[in-house]
């Protein structure tokens, strides 16, 4: 087990790298000696993998794990296929050296399947919100009261929201130049923050799929933000420092934050032409005081250095 106790906050995931199980140099991206920056990694087992080659990646993950090194600041975590092979995953030796699991697919139907085995485990886990459940209303919030149980709440980091799975079965792709909120899943997204966020629940944000276009990813983060999702999926080491870019705070909302979350504050007042209310902002607040500890001021880190990037 590491030897240094993490803290598990959404934010401190960042913009989390899917990478196959199967990759070559996955121990060098696990332990940082590449991809040092990375924040979390997901290995996946899934949808990266073949089934011809789910056998060989199990193996090449088991024997990767034997040389993981404590990561205080990096995440490690793994996609598991279905209930199935999540069984073969807790089966390895060293497996304690990752932090937890990414359940693909998850809904009512394999819920005891997958929590049953991790029953007196320490793993944190990432439900994947991504089947046909996610368009009824009614489906997710008895999903929602199946996962406010204590044992299963207390493991939940956050919920992921599989926005590829999700726009294949509605049969259309988002198009180039256009948000995911442009397209009926923004509606989708919408109503799952409602439906899960007032329970205290955090969701990602789904990825973004096109590498030349840092315009509308940018566009894309702001509306995240604005829906109140913590974390993007990144699809290639690119795409996260212009991910992570737009997670760092204005001065001036941080300011207004920090006025916030003090006791001598009035219970309403004007800040930076905005009027500030402690008992409706305080949460708001709270977030960008954690996001900031993560990221820092925007002031600092301007966005045009990352334009660039993709060219």
């Known amino acids: ?52 080659e789910l056998d060989s990646s199990l193996r090449h993950l088991g024997l990767c794990l034997q040389g993981f090194r404590d990561t205080p600041q990096r995440f490690r975590f793994i996609r598991a296929r279905n209930p199935e092979v999540l069984a073969r995953l807790l089966a390895l030796p060293d ?8 359940l693909p697919k998850f809904n009512a139907g394999n819920f005891h399947a997958y929590f049953d085995q991790l029953q007196g485990t320490p793993f944190k886990v990432m439900p994947t919100l991504e089947t046909q459940d996610v368009f009824d209303v009614g489906a997710m919030t008895e999903l929602r009261q199946a996962l406010t149980q204590n044992a299963v709440f207390s493991r939940i980091l956050m919920l992921r929201i599989g926005g590829n799975d999700l726009m294949n079965i509605l049969g259309i792709r988002r198009p180039r130049n256009m948000t995911l909120y442009q397209t009926p899943l923004g509606h989708v997204i919408a109503q799952l923050v409602t439906v899960f966020k007032p329970y205290g629940f955090s ?90 500890r993560c990221y820092g001021d925007r002031a600092a880190l301007a966005l045009p250095e990352y334009t660039g990037l993709f060219v």
């Open 1 to 52: 087990m590491n030897n240094v106790p993490k803290v598990f906050s959404p934010w401190c995931l960042g913009a989390s790298l899917y990478m196959p199980a199967h990759r070559l140099d996955l121990m060098d991206c696990a332990n940082g000696e590449k991809l040092s920056t990375l924040r979390s990694m997901i290995f996946c087992t899934e949808d990266a993998v073949s089934h011809t």
């Open 95 to 102: 497996i304690e050296k990752i932090d937890g699991f990414v």
């Open 203 to 292: 969701l990602s944000a789904p990825v973004f799929e096109y590498l030349n276009d840092s315009v509308t990813l940018q566009k894309e983060i702001r509306l995240d933000l604005a829906h109140g999702l913590t974390g993007k999926t990144a699809i290639h080491p690119t795409q996260i420092p212009v991910i992570e870019a737009m997670y760092s705070v204005d001065s001036e909302d941080y300011d207004m934050a920090l006025s916030l979350s003090q006791s001598s504050s009035p219970a309403v007042f004007r800040m930076h032409n905005a009027m500030c209310e402690v008992a409706t902002h305080q949460q708001w607040g709270q977030d960008i005081i954690d996001r900031q």
